[in-house]
Each structure stands twice: as C-alpha cells, then as structure tokens.
C-alpha cells in the first residue's frame, strides 16, 4: 500500500496549471484594448503550458481509483504554492515587481485573496497587471480546486474529498461534487456581473468596475488605486459594503434562496449570527465614530460599517485611514481581525461557525457548573455536532491562536515593531490585507525584510487551506502506513 499517489498528484497540478495558463491568456483582451506590450503574458502561458503537459505525460500511468485523503490535503497544499510561484511571472517579466521576493508575496496575497501588497503606487501600474492582480483574487476566490473539479471530472474523486479541504464545516448542499461546483460556480458570477453593472453605474469605469468587483465577490481587497475605496463615490463605496456582506455570506445560503428553500435559510444559526456580530460591531464602530470626531451620522455610518463589515468579511478594502480613528475604534478593528466571515463563503479568518460553536460549548461549561448530571448536546442548524467535529473545531481555534503567537515572534525576531509584527501576522492568516502600524491601509509591506515577507505569504498560504490541511502534512501519522 502506498503512502501517496504521486502520479495522480502530478496529474492535479498539470491540470491546475492549465487553469493557469488560461488566466494569462484571459488577460489578453485587456493587453490590446490598451495597446500594452503582450510578451509577459505570452511567455508566461507558453512556460506554463510546457511544464503542465510534462506533468501530464508523466502521470499518463496514474491510477485514479485510488485518492485517499493524505493524496487530498497534499495536492491541495501544492496546488496553492504552485499557482501563487507560477503566479509571479507576469510580475517578473513585466518588471512591475523585479524582485522574487515581493513578486511572490503580491501573487500569494492575489491567489490566498489576502490583498496585502508590496507596491507603493499601483497607479502607474500596466492595466493589463492591475487586472492580472485583480485576476487572481477572482480565481483564488472561486479556488483552483473547484474549477479542477469542472475541467477535468474524469479524475474520479469522491464526494467531497477536496472541496471540503478548504473548510472543516461546510454544508452539503448537494450529492454530486460536480453539481455543487455548478451551482456555486453560477452563484460566484451572478454576484460579480451584478456588482460590476451596479460599480460601473456610479463612478467607476468599466476597468475599475471589472477590477474591484473581482476583489470584492473574492474577499480579496486589491484596488485600482492608492488611496483605495477612498478615490470613490459614497454610493460606490455603499456598493461594495453590500456586496463585501454578500461575499461573506455562505454560498449555500444562495443554494437554498435560489431553490426557494427559504426554511433552511432561517434555520440557519450562522446566519443570524453573522449578521447580529455585524450590526453590534458596525453600530459601536458608528458611535465611536460620531461621539469623537466631527463626522456627521451618515459618514460615521458609512465609515464604520464598511470598515467593519470589511475587516470581517477578510476583504480588506479601505474607504478611509482607520489608524487616525479614536484608540477604541482602532482596538476593535484589532479585533475583528479574528472574526471571519461564514462558513462556505470566500472569507478567511476563524469563521462566524466556529466562534458560535465555542461559545455554545461555553455555555454548556455553565450549564454544568449548575447541573452536574445534565446531559446536553451542542446543536448547529437544528443538528447535532458529533464530539470529533466539537474537537476538531476546539483544535483548529486553539491551534490558530498559537500560529498567530508563533508567527508574531517570529516577525518581531525579524525587526518589526510588535504592533505592525501582530496585525500583519493577524492579517495574512486571516486573508484581510492591511492591519495596523507601519502595514496600516495608506502603506504597504513593502518597508518589510525579505524574510518577513517569505513568512508572511507561507501564512497566507497556511490561512486559506485552514490550517489543518497544511499541518497535516507535516505530522508523523501522515507519512505512516
């Protein structure tokens, strides 16, 4: 018996860097359109397209009967480190970004739809590398599993075996993997084509339109411009508040509105729950605003709540310097760092079923405390959650707190301030993109050591597949028979 199917591995990643190639190509139109030169793109398709087809003439052998769950969690975790490398050509052979180093940190934070960034102006940018940035949030969104998953289905992979690797609670909505990525798929588009008609309505250009609709329904965060959300209209920026709420909001919830299964979408907790952390923290955000600034109560408003919901949601878009708020506005955004949005949506972070799921396992500590014998189970959606989900759920939080500690030592011991260390460390595991001191959102990460920057974008890394997925592959029982 083999520990890993390496040929079948082999196979997912030349498939996955079709899927690449293709993304180089669909940046061609923008090329022409605004008479730019081609070559790094061309070059780009052609190097990739060769190194996909070698690696699917060497797994022409592979046996696709046998995927087994450590065949899932490696070519996953290879499939993101493969496209964020490949990724950073355009950069290269543009000389946008000359350095490896920063080309690989802005393709990571692209593709893990963090939207932390290494460039200073993006506005003397090539519009077709603004798209290709944009680009790769939109992709990175969707995931490169899923879209695996459509172009070749004769790999013969059961179920859920990887689209589920992305998040430990997401809800089947449907028996056939092939059905789910369908629907999710016409979900995922029917979002940004109605966003991009709403953004280009209001201020925003087609090119503007095209490219913060693909960092918004990704929960990426990349923009056009340098002084971000703030360059718009306040209706553009009410725009992108609603659909950045959209985006974090769970893709089954969009399943069961479009069968009219309206009983499910009430049903469920993470829902509401989502939506109460948002209107609480939104609503502290406007008071805070309102009490200590001159702001009158509708830019509070808007100022607060689109921070919040984008903080949360992991999109990072800024529509104003959020550093210059009060010291308690400025804390909770801190805070929410850690929320996350919902399970199942492009989010990162913790995710809003998690911490519902802690907090009923709190309130069944309290519960014993007053009846020792009671017997309770802990419920999400009207179903039980078995012990090994409530463990595994503990787990991941437990362990994600202690990465956040570890990575913020880490970059301390690299010679950043503790402040700027944790909120970037914060923020790449969480796939948010700006964070607080010198990574604030009017700055950039560009200030940070090279070594800081490999770090960070192996969390990015680490934060989108969940962190189980990765750590998986490092423990002793994953490579034993």
Known sequence: MKLINPLLILRI?????????????????????????????????????????????????????????????????????????????????????????????????GFSTTGSTIIKNVEILPFSILFWRSLTHWIGGIGIIVLLLIILPTLRVTGYQLFSLESSLREKIHPKTKAIVFRILFIYLGLTLAEIVLLNIGDMNLFDSVCHSFGTVATGGFSTRNNNLMAYSAYSQYIVMIFMFMAGTSQVIYYYIVKFNFKKVKQNEELWFYVIVILITGAIATIVLLVNSTRSFEESFREGFFQIISIITCTGYASSNYLAWPLAGILLIFLVMFAGGSTGSTSGGIKMGRHLIILKNIKNVFIKLNHPNSISFI???????????????????????????????????????????????????????????????????????????????????????EIITVFAIFTRTFWKL
């Open 13 to 109: 990643l030349s498939t996955v860097l079709l899927i690449e190639t293709l993304s180089f190509l669909f940046c061609l139109p923008v090329v022409f359109m605004y008479n730019e030169s081609p070559s790094p793109f061309l070059w780009s398709a052609a190097a990739t397209i060769l190194l996909s087809g070698l690696f699917y003439l060497v797994s022409i052998g592979a046996d696709k009967e046998k995927f087994s769950n450590r065949d899932g969690y490696l070519a996953v975790t290879l499939s993101w480190i493969v496209f964020s490398l490949i990724g950073t050509l355009p950069y290269l052979l543009s000389n946008a970004i000359p350095s490896f180093t920063d080309a690989f940190f802005e393709s990571t934070s």
């Open 379 to 465: 419920k999400l959606n009207g179903k039980s959650v078995s012990e090994n989900t409530n463990i595994s759920i503990l787990s991941f939080v437990v362990l994600y707190l202690f990465l956040f500690v570890l990575g913020t030592i880490i970059v301390v011991i690299t010679g950043v301030d503790p402040v700027s260390a944790a909120s970037s460390v914060a923020t790449c595991m969480a796939g948010i993109g700006p964070g607080l001191g010198t990574v604030g959102p009017m700055s950039t990460f560009a200030g940070l050591p090279e070594i800081t920057k490999l770090v960070l974008s192996l969390l990015m890394i680490v934060g989108r597949l």
